[in-house]
Nanobody, 124 residues
Framework: VQLQASGGGLVQAGGSLRLSCAVS????????MGWFRQVPGKEREFVSA????????YYADSVKGRFTISRDNAKNTVYLQMNSLKAEDTASYYC??????????????????WGQGTQVTVSS
């Protein structure tokens, strides 16, 4: 399976971006899907995740109320809508796929497949 993340860019604080993660090779409904982010010199951190059915979503406290994760299984794509962006949201954002149904969804080690990062830069 391959993941292709896109949608990053430069935006002013308070603005919005929508990230997309297109999945190929297998249908996305085989996976729990997650978004993580990383800045140089820091560990990759959990941002959001959605179960394979889309019935449950999870968010880091730092983005709760501002970010929304969703999935369109027909398009084999997962989205991360990011609103009210802050300078501290600046990072490379990665999407990931977890084929299990039992691993902790907030842990990066739970995910077997990763896309390349897409850079989000928020200017203050």
């Amino acid at each position: 399976v391959q993941l292709q993340a896109s949608g990053g860019g430069l935006v002013q604080a308070g603005g919005s971006l929508r990230l997309s993660c297109a999945v190929s090779g297998r249908t996305v409904d085989n996976y729990h899907m997650g978004w993580f982010r990383q800045v140089p010199g820091k560990e990759r951190e959990f941002v959001s995740a959605i179960t394979r059915s889309g019935g449950s979503t999870y968010y880091a406290d730092s983005v709760k109320g501002r970010f929304t994760i969703s999935r369109d299984n027909a398009k084999n794509t997962v989205y991360l809508q990011m609103n009210s962006l802050k300078a501290e949201d600046t990072a490379s954002y990665y999407c990931a796929a977890d084929p299990s149904s039992w691993r902790p969804i907030r842990l990066s080690n739970s995910y077997d497949f990763w896309g390349q990062g897409t850079q989000v830069t928020v200017s203050s």
